[in-house]
């Protein structure tokens, strides 16, 4: 399925990266908040610089190794797609809505037939 090689250091690691990564997070969101004296511009910098900061830190855990292999595996699978042409996509298109039409009606009759089975020869309401 993919042949791209993901190398885990330790867990160790691994949990000081997650671990970077939510202080980061925080930290940024912190930054923000604390910031408030401050321009809007320094302060939504500071919130995305950290949080780039915290997902370089995933990206750089076995996760976000995993993470990575799998979007380059997606992009490969996404050229092996085969698009209908235009003519494909039309014919199906009219063939969905002659479907539709022809249930619509096929449950329209159903409905009235069974209306009048029960109101008028079941019942007899006239």
């Not at 190398?7 to 000081?16: C, H, I, Q, R, Y």
């Not at 912190?30 to 950290?50: K, N």
């Not at 780039?52 to 799998?70: D, H, K, N, P, Y």
């Not at 022809?102 to 019942?123: C, N, Q, R």
Request: include cysteine; hydrophobic fraction near 55%.
């Amino acid at each position: 399925m993919s042949s791209t090689q993901v190398e885990t250091l330790t867990p160790g690691v691994d949990k000081a990266k997650y671990a970077a990564c939510g202080v980061l997070v925080v930290a940024g969101v912190a930054a923000f908040y604390l910031l408030s004296h401050e321009s809007l511009w320094l302060r939504v910098g500071a919130l995305l610089l950290l949080l780039l900061a915290a997902a370089g830190s995933f990206l750089s855990a076995s996760a976000g190794q995993e993470l990575i292999a799998f979007g380059k595996d997606a992009y490969k699978e996404i050229g092996k797609v085969v698009w209908p042409s235009k003519e494909e996509a039309r014919q199906m298109t009219l063939y969905v809505f002659a479907f539709v039409v022809v249930m619509a009606i096929f449950l329209w009759s159903t409905d009235k037939l069974l209306e009048w089975l029960i109101f008028s020869v079941i019942l007899q309401w006239r």
